[in-house]
């Protein structure tokens, strides 16, 4: 008997990646294996999905809790660079992808398997994150993309070629969105969304109440960081991920979270997005605060613009890549004095800052204060801006619109 090629399959247990299974058996001619990741998303059943996997054919399927190292390897990098692409949304997909690449490439080499195959479309960011980083891991293995070349071209179409091969197809009505979630939060698109004019409906949302229907009364929370990474709340140590699941809780209770915006896909595709980010941009938000007074000015103004580089280089999928371990090197160094307190305020879908403090502060009440205290020698100013000003002059005199009066 002539041995099969073996391929590990991204298996979620939903209708593609279940297709998927029956498509390279009875396609391709492989064997196949199932990995599943825990990363933190909602639906997931570890043993439910592995079972399924085995019952649609797989010859092995391994389902992984990979929670805390997302938190403790992947989420406390994003956190260091403020990782908001486009300066707009905490990064959360993209944070993933890497982690589940990585597992897929540790099993290939367990089975000695030639093929990785993913469910992600042809249109999306994904396809391009799994395989620049299978690719940075292991260039010699091939990859598969069933999802971008079979001709299933319609979620009809999947189905009449789940129930033709045996996979089993659920009787619920399928939701009308999109929807990645982990640990750090939920990614929505399609639907109603695709038009830009339509509101989001409460059904996109859920982790996160209406804002209106938040309670009357704010509620305050103090985020303890070290070394730029959370490890508390209201005083009480936690692990990030046991911090990130209970900050969830209270930011969603107060329907704090919610992001409708349209970004630029690396594909060329402009698209409507709804996150939902409680924890993540809370905790951004708080080690932002933390940041202002723990680094100073030239560091701070150079990260501003290197944090924009870090996460766009995330965005496109190159979390394994030169310039990104150049950049994770300079933000974990800018961490070293991130460590304090930051007291925020939540109330009706809001988030502010209104309080922080740090043994390595480099706030000066003595220098800044107008008051009674004030130890700032004003006798240095006016040479400093003679000084200061001295490159204007000198072009304003030469060569400045007053220079060239009749």
């Known amino acids: 008997m002539t ?71 992947y989420l406390t990098k994003t956190i260091a660079a403020n990782g908001l692409y486009e300066n707009t949304y905490p990064l959360l997909s993209a944070l993933s992808r890497p982690l589940l690449a990585q597992k897929m490439v540790d099993v290939a080499h367990k089975f000695g398997a030639k093929y990785i ?45 789940a129930m033709a091969n045996g996979v089993p197809v659920a009787a619920t009505v399928e939701s009308p969105y999109s929807i990645d979630d982990n640990l750090w939060g939920r990614a929505i698109e399609c639907g109603v969304l695709e038009d830009l004019n339509n509101e989001p409906p409460s059904d996109v949302w859920t982790l996160t109440v209406d804002p209106e229907d938040a309670p009357d009364e704010a509620e305050y ?70 940041e ?5 000015r030239e560091t701070m103004h150079a990260k501003l613009d290197l944090e924009h580089l870090w996460s766009q280089c995330v965005y496109y999928g190159q979390w394994y890549s030169p310039l990104k371990n150049a950049l994770d090197a300079f933000m974990a160094d800018t961490q070293k004095f991130v460590t304090g307190t930051v007291r925020i305020k939540f109330y009706k879908g809001n988030c502010t800052v209104v309080g922080r403090q740090s043994p390595y502060s480099l706030y000066d009440f003595d220098l800044a204060t107008y008051g009674e205290g004030d130890t700032f020698d004003r006798s240095y100013s006016e040479g400093f801006m003679y000084i200061n000003g001295l490159q204007n002059t000198t072009w304003a005199r030469i060569q400045g619109p007053s220079a060239h009066q009749n």
């Open 117 to 161: 195959a993913h469910g992600c479309t042809g249109k999306g960011n994904d396809q391009v994150r799994f395989e620049n980083s299978i690719k940075a891991l292991d260039p010699s293995i091939d990859i598969l993309a069933p999802v971008r070349s079979w001709n299933l071209l319609t979620r009809e179409d999947e189905m009449a070629y």
């Open 221 to 290: 929370v103090e985020l303890g960081f070290e070394a730029g990474t959370p490890v508390s709340l209201n005083g009480q140590n936690l692990s990030l991920l046991e911090l990130i699941i209970e900050l969830n809780k209270i930011a969603g209770k107060h329907g704090y979270g919610r992001l409708d915006m349209v970004e630029n896909r690396l594909v060329g595709v402009k698209s409507r997005e709804c996150y939902e980010v409680p924890a993540g941009s809370a905790i951004i938000l708080a080690h932002k605060a933390l």
């Open 3 to 73: 041995t099969k090629d073996k391929v590990v399959l991204a298996y979620s247990g939903g209708l593609d990646t279940s297709v998927c299974v029956k498509w390279l058996q009875t396609e391709m001619n492989l064997d196949v294996i199932a990995i599943c990741g825990n990363v933190g998303q909602d639906e997931q059943d570890l043993e439910a999905i592995k079972k399924k996997a085995l019952s649609l054919g797989a010859i092995d399927s391994e389902a992984v809790d990979l929670r805390d190292e997302y938190a403790n390897h």
């Open 292 to 296: 202002t007074v723990t680094l100073d």
